[in-house]
Structure formats: C-alpha cells, structure tokens
C-alpha cells in the first residue's frame, strides 16, 4: 500500500453498482463515496438500506458488480481480502472460548507470526486501559458482553491496522455498557493514533445516532426510496475536539442536539409516513 500521508483518502469507491436481484434495482448504482485518512467517519441510515453491504466492499469482502474499490490510492479487488492492514469488528465477538483473553488479544498478531514480548506488553496495558487489568488469564465464558467486546476490540487495534471497520459493536448492550465502551474505544484509538506516525482510519455503522456523533468526525445519512438505489442524503461534519468527547457530556451537549436533529431529518426521508392513525 502507498504512504497514506500522501494520500488525502483512505478509501474511495468509485461509480459501484451492486445488485442481488436482477428483477429489482441495484442495490447501489454508480455509487461514490470517499473517506478521509486518519479520521473516524459513522455511516448511518434505516435498516435494510444497505450499510452493511457497503461496509463488506470496503474491506473487499464483496466486489461490486461495477466500479472500483480503491484503498490508499490503489484499486483493489476480493483476492486482497485479509492481506492489507484492514481489521474488522462485527456485532458478535469471535473469541476463542478454550484461549485465554491475553491469547485472544494476540491471535490477530500470532496469525501474522509477529508476537513478541513488546506486543503482549502492550496487549497488557490496553487490557488495563479498558478495565480489565487482572483479566488476562480468564476465559470469554467469564466475561460480560461488552467485555468480550473489548477484548476483540484490542486484539484488531493490536494488528496495527490503517484501517479498523465497526458494524454495529455495541447494538447488543444496555445504555451504561455502551457509554462506558465508548469511552473506552475512544481512548484506544486516541492511544493508537498518538504513537504511530500513520494515523488510523475509523469506519462506523451503527443504528445509535448519539454513538455515531461521539465517536465520528464525520456522519454519512445513506438511504433509499422503494424501487431506487443507495444515496448519500447528507454528509456531516462533527466540530468536537477529540479530547472533549465524553460520551455523557456530548449527549448533553448543543452540538449534540443539533447533529442529532440534522441526521433524524434526513433519516426520516426513507421512513413510511407515520402520522396514520392505528386502530387496534
């Protein structure tokens, strides 16, 4: 891959069409959409419409029937799938339930054959930056969900990757996990990011649009219309200081409000009219 600091965009998708169903319009045609290097960008909008199909093409699990995928500046195809610095955090961990949690932590590096004492340090120390210091013997049958979630979460951050993928990591949780993991990924990626030279790119979906305004630099509204294709409706930029975003502060705070009104509005474009009245 080429220097991403020479590169504005870590991700471009350029005029993609993809389709499951020739009787039907595609899915997204002659679709584009870039995404900046180094920062965190949420991708939300109504179920169904097509978020988790796009989050597969940008990590090159799926190709598009037209158009290029291109990653630092380079068009890349499916058979790259696994071998670029991409991880990719799904709404259920993939724990080993017979490996530890230290072990877990390190399966991404140790597949790459790269543990070293250096990197079970740091393995270590992020497990305490999250809470769980004196849980690197214990198993994933021991552990919470949202603490299961934060061991897959240090063992793709412990991979180096340029770019980390999130499909809904916290949809499972109750209210107070969820902040508290928030935090907790923020603060891992902030880590991260301070000591390497290439700062990492963050991609989001997530149904929470409070989680998507804490947590991204920037919010794509993606939707669309009965018998038409994926659209960008809007594109946000989020003005909080990394260092300000407190998950409960932000959630209080006049930004907050305003995004959230932003991105409910253009949201509530692809959702059936509700003002009906329902008789049961």
Not at 32 to 38: K, N, P, R
Not at 40 to 51: E, L, N, R
Not at 82 to 101: M, T
Not at 243 to 264: G, I, K, N, Q, Y
Request: with cysteine.
């Amino acid at each position: 891959m080429t220097d991403q600091n020479s590169c504005t965009n870590a991700i471009e998708l350029r005029q993609i069409t993809k389709s499951f169903d020739a009787d039907r319009p595609p899915l997204y045609r002659d679709f584009s959409l870039s995404i900046e290097a180094g920062k965190s960008t949420a991708i939300v909008g109504p179920s169904g419409c097509g978020k988790s199909t796009l989050l597969n093409m940008i990590a090159l699990a799926l190709a598009p029937d037209n158009g290029d995928v291109l990653i630092d500046g380079r068009t890349c195809t499916t058979s790259q799938f696994g071998s670029l610095p991409i991880s990719y955090i799904f709404q259920k961990d993939a724990l080993i339930p017979w490996e530890s949690v230290l072990d877990n932590t390190l399966l991404g590096a140790a597949c790459r054959g790269s543990v070293t004492s250096d990197l079970q340090l740091k393995a270590r120390a992020l497990l305490g930056l999250v809470g769980l210091h004196g849980h690197e013997d214990y198993y994933p049958r021991m552990l919470s969900g949202g603490q299961r979630q934060l061991v897959a979460l240090i063992q793709n951050l412990l991979t180096e990757p340029d770019i980390l993928i999130l499909d809904e990591p916290f949809a499972h949780l109750d209210f107070q996990t969820k902040l508290l993991l928030e935090a907790d990924l923020l603060a891992a990626i902030r880590l991260t990011r301070s000591k390497r030279a290439r700062p990492m790119t963050v991609i989001l979906v997530t149904h929470d649009l409070e989680e998507a305004i804490v947590i991204a630099d920037r919010i794509i509204v993606v939707g669309r219309h009965p018998q038409q294709s994926v659209e960008i409706a809007c594109d946000l930029g989020v003005p909080i200081p990394d260092l300000e975003r407190d998950p409960a502060r932000v959630r209080e705070s006049s930004e907050m409000r305003v995004l959230f009104h932003s991105t409910w509005s253009a949201i509530k474009t692809y959702v059936p009219d509700r003002d009906r009245a329902v008789s049961f």
